[in-house]
């Protein structure tokens, strides 16, 4: 998944938060779009290895090697001691929370990915911000006016257009990815809750830490050596790609503005579209090219929305900061 995909902004957003706002200067920003055109590049790269081994081995044997490279880039990058000193959570019901959100999007994903083309999954999976607008009403207590509600309801019109139900067009499995969006949703909320008790660090491996010891205890039981050097070298794929990426989505955020850098999330549709041509001659069709682009647009107004009551709330605190220095 983007998250596990595809897909994380949510902790990016989180780690940025724990540090000084970023400087705006413009060769800042454009690191920041380059990091972030190559993590969803990778993440790409991460969901063609996921469906390409899907053929041969099982959804648990993926998601230990997912789970696995996730953890081992953490110690990487950390260094072990910092490492063990991050799993220390002020709030360890909401992280293991996040780790149960994580695992239901991860699995939902790739189980969709056996049947579902690469772009049709990219493109349903962009309704998660839509749900995160929805679930940050009642665990948050945000405010959702009537021009957000129509953008909300619009994105998930266009979902509707690329799934059909009821039609034979998309395989059933297709719905699993709207599980995927609903908990990788909550699971973002969930995030921006825990974000001022524990560090950018706790929470990038509490992302991962359930699902790796769960995997761990059930994958020999579940496991199968890879048949070639080929998926040999596929086995690295998940890990790798998904490591890689999020790395570099905490690059790209750490050096430009969110408004500025999220957008550049959809572009993973090319990456998608070219991988599904190329490695499986799979081409999406009219319909999904519709779809997408209406929760593209629902999400990319959603963006501007939030930018906008942003500039606001911080108009507002630098108001009441500047009359109680009076």
């Known amino acids: ?13 989180q780690g940025t938060s724990n540090h000084s706002a970023p ?12 990091f972030m055109l190559l993590a969803v590049t990778l993440f790409s790269c991460l969901n063609a290895s996921v469906k390409f081994l899907s053929d041969d081995y099982s959804t648990t044997q993926i998601l230990w090697l997912r789970y696995t490279g996730h953890i081992i880039y953490v110690f990487i990058l950390l260094a072990p001691r910092r490492a063990l000193g991050a799993v220390r959570s002020n709030r360890p019901g909401l992280q293991l929370s996040r780790s ?43 405010r959702v006016g009537p021009r957000r509600w129509l953008a909300v309801l619009t994105g ?7 799934v059909r139900p009821g039609s034979d067009v998309i395989h059933p499995a297709a719905l699993l990815v709207f ?3 609903f908990c990788y949703g909550l699971y973002q909320v969930l995030t921006r809750k825990v974000a001022p008790y524990d560090s950018s660090e ?9 699902g790796f010891v769960v995997t761990s205890i059930v994958v020999p039981f579940d496991f199968e050596p890879p048949r070639d050097r080929v998926d040999l070298l596929a086995f690295f794929a998940p890990g790798f790609f998904g490591g ?12 430009g503005p969110a408004s500025v850098i999220s957008p550049y999330n959809y572009t993973q549709l090319v990456g998608s579209v070219t991988l599904s041509v190329v490695v499986f001659n799979e081409f999406p069709d009219f319909w999904t090219w519709v779809g997408c682009g209406i929760i593209i647009a629902s999400g990319l107004y959603l963006m501007h929305r939030e930018s906008l009551a942003q500039r606001s709330r911080d108009a507002a605190t630098a108001k009441t900061r500047a009359d109680g220095n009076r």
């Open 100 to 142: 149960v959100l994580m695992i239901g999007a991860t699995v939902s994903y790739y189980i969709a990915l056996r049947y579902v083309a690469l772009p049709t999954a990219a493109s349903v999976n962009f309704t998660s911000p839509l749900m995160v607008a929805l679930l940050a009403i009642p665990l948050l207590g945000e």
């Open 202 to 210: 706790t929470s990038i491996i509490y992302t991962a830490l359930l």
């Open 179 to 181: 599980g995927t969006a």
């Open 244 to 255: 890689l990426g999020h790395f570099c989505l905490v690059k790209a955020y750490e050096n």
């Open 1 to 13: 998944m983007t998250s596990a995909s595809s897909q994380t902004t949510s902790l990016v957003s």
């Open 156 to 162: 998930f019109v266009g979902a509707l257009v690329i």
């Open 23 to 34: 400087d705006p200067g413009g060769d800042r920003v454009l690191r920041g779009i380059v």
